[in-house]
């Protein structure tokens, strides 16, 4: 699946034939658009007269996109880390036993990597995707209770593949502790400023103002002095599975019809994911930024549980020669798994507040 290609010759017959297995006599672009992030493209590749193929195409190019997006340079450090880390979870991860066992990732038809793996400047990084066609996945922007269901069944069946089984090729190739949030995949934030932001939300937002007492400043005060206790936590947990890192609604597809076999939801993105001591990380930010806030509100304890249930059965269910559920068998248990969601909620705001709401106002939600 890896290749080393000049970028030139990304979408040249030559090179998707290789990439698809067949002989493809004709490349169009269907749609392109350029991202902060990357370039994407959707392609179609055509064996005259045979059938039209549609993919999708992810490049990474750190010079183009420097000269249209203004970051420091230690940001674009980091950001040539996350797609390095995306493209090594596609190499090494099992993609279609994932998708055997309901956990939909699109498949990597392939991998190309160009340029000095030392010199972020001269890399450029692309992927060959699955499509996923329009006509049969939806976005949403917020999740009804029923789809935030099936997001964390997609959440559980996944933490619940990798748990104490991780590849060593792909353990050593991921970030240690993925989510995009981490202390040090974010070396510019200005945690000193978490006092400061709580206090600017509370005075920008009517819902804020039930908050805004002295009892809960001094808490956001305690968080800032805590971040540094709260991220060795997170490290020093012993890594039990892979976490996606960035389980948000923009990265969701939801099936119109489920296929048998492939489950509901799909995922992409893989820029932010790595190994965990819990999943979640990735069930706290689903929750906190891609929920309906009045189910939210609601459902709660009962969206936890229904992750919690659905891990704990299907690690069960991994560790019995029957392939039985043994409901007397708890490789998880709920004090550590309350714990490790209380953590993860502190790690992730103790990030938040500073980097993403700092001096946010309504005009700009």
Not at 18 to 26: C, I, K, P, Q
Not at 117 to 137: H, K, V
Not at 164 to 187: A, M, V
Request: proline share 5%; with cysteine; aromatic share 10%.
């Amino acid at each position: 699946m890896e290749a080393v290609r000049p970028a030139a010759e990304l979408l040249s017959t030559a090179v998707l034939s290789e990439a698809l297995g067949r002989s493809v006599r004709t490349v169009s672009i269907v749609d392109a658009w350029p991202l902060e992030q990357s370039d994407c493209a959707v392609v179609d590749a055509t064996d005259e007269p045979g059938p039209t193929e549609r993919s999708f195409v992810k490049t990474l190019n750190l010079p183009r996109l420097a000269a249209r997006a203004n970051k420091p340079g230690k940001d674009w450090t980091i950001s040539m880390q996350s797609w390095a880390n995306e493209c090594a979870f596609y190499r090494f991860a099992p993609i279609d036993r994932l998708n055997a066992c309901g956990v939909h990732v699109p498949r990597a038809l392939h991998v190309w990597m160009t340029g000095d793996a030392t010199d972020a400047q001269s890399r450029e990084l692309s992927m060959l995707l699955e499509y996923l066609p329009q006509d049969r996945f939806n976005h949403a922007y917020f999740l009804s209770l029923e789809q935030a269901r099936q997001a964390i069944a997609f959440l559980a069946r996944f933490h619940a593949f990798f748990w104490d089984e991780i590849d060593e090729r792909l353990k050593t190739s991921l970030f240690s502790r993925g989510c995009w949030w981490r202390k040090q995949l974010r070396p510019a934030v200005k945690f000193d400023n978490i006092p400061a932001a709580f206090s600017g939300l509370c005075h920008n937002f009517d819902s804020f103002r039930t908050l805004d007492t002295p009892e809960n400043h001094r808490l956001m005060a305690l968080l800032r002095d805590d971040v540094p206790r709260i991220s060795a936590l997170v490290s020093a947990a012993a890594a039990r599975t892979v976490v996606h890192g960035d389980f948000k609604t923009a990265n969701l597809f939801f099936a119109a019809t489920p296929t048998q076999g492939t489950g509901s939801v799909a995922a992409i993105d893989f820029q932010w994911t790595g190994c965990g001591g819990s999943g979640c990380g990735d069930l706290v930010y689903l929750l906190v930024s891609g929920v309906d806030p009045q189910a939210i509100i609601e459902s709660e304890d009962l969206l936890k549980d229904g992750y919690y249930g659905l891990l704990c059965e299907l690690l069960a269910t991994k560790r019995t020669a029957e392939a039985i559920p043994d409901p007397t068998y708890c490789v998880y248990s709920r004090t550590q798994f309350e714990f490790d969601y209380k953590l993860e909620l502190l790690d992730y705001f103790s990030t938040a507040l500073p980097y993403l709401l700092n001096g946010l106002t309504p005009d700009e939600c």
